[in-house]
Structure formats: structure tokens, C-alpha cells
């Protein structure tokens, strides 16, 4: 399976993007990891394909929304009010089990950048 991100770019403290991942084939667990510098990669948020249930961290709880098109096979992450913290390379995941954990993944993008600036 491949997954190609989309989205990304700079964009100033309060501002919005929305990123989208094309998947090449169905999964049923998509995810969205982040690493800044220096840091290790950390799941952010997940869902789950046919209950759509959702998986977030408590640092995107409440400003970041996952949500998938299985009809063409792309999970998209609206992130808003975005801060200077969420400035990290974004990879998206593909996996059959779910959760933020990158063990239960088997597939990933090759990441794309998102900068906050203030």
C-alpha cells in the first residue's frame, strides 16, 4: 500500500490546513503521526473504517478533526487553531488494528511539513 500526502505548508499561529492522504488499496485503520525535530513520532490521531471511530491525542483533542472517504481511499486531518508547537513533518499511517501507537502500522507516507509561525 502506498500513501501519498497532501496539504502541508506554513501557515501563521490560529490559521487552519487540512491535509489529505491517498491511499493505493483499502485499510481498515488510517492514522496521522507527527515528529518535530529531535523528537520521536507521535500518533495524533486515528480512525477506524466502517464504525469510523476515532482515536485522539490529547495534545490535537478538540482542534484537529480525522475523517475518511473510503470510496476514495483517502483520509484527510482538518487541523485549526493551530500553534507554534504543532510545527512537525506529518505522516500518515495504514494499518488493520487501530490506536496512536506506531507498532500497529505497516504502511507510511513520506511525510509532509506543516509550520506554524506566530
Known amino acids: 500500500v502506498q500513501l501519498v500526502e497532501s496539504g502541508g505548508g506554513s501557515v501563521q499561529v490560529g490559521g487552519s490546513l487540512n491535509l489529505s492522504c491517498v491511499a493505493s488499496g483499502y485499510r481498515s485503520c488510517m492514522g496521522w503521526f507527527r515528529q518535530a525535530p529531535g523528537q520521536g513520532r507521535e500518533g495524533i490521531a486515528a480512525?477506524?473504517?466502517?464504525?469510523?471511530?476515532?482515536y485522539y491525542d490529547a495534545s490535537v483533542k478538540g482542534r484537529f478533526t480525522i475523517s475518511r472517504d473510503d470510496a476514495k481511499n483517502t483520509v484527510y486531518l482538518q487541523m485549526n487553531n493551530l500553534k507554534p508547537e504543532d510545527t512537525a513533518m506529518y505522516y500518515c499511517a495504514a494499518g488493520v488494528a487501530c490506536g496512536l501507537e506506531r507498532k500497529v502500522y505497516m504502511y507510511w507516507g513520506q511525510g509532509i511539513q506543516v509550520t506554524v509561525s506566530a
Open positions: 480512525i477506524v473504517g466502517g464504525s469510523l471511530h476515532t
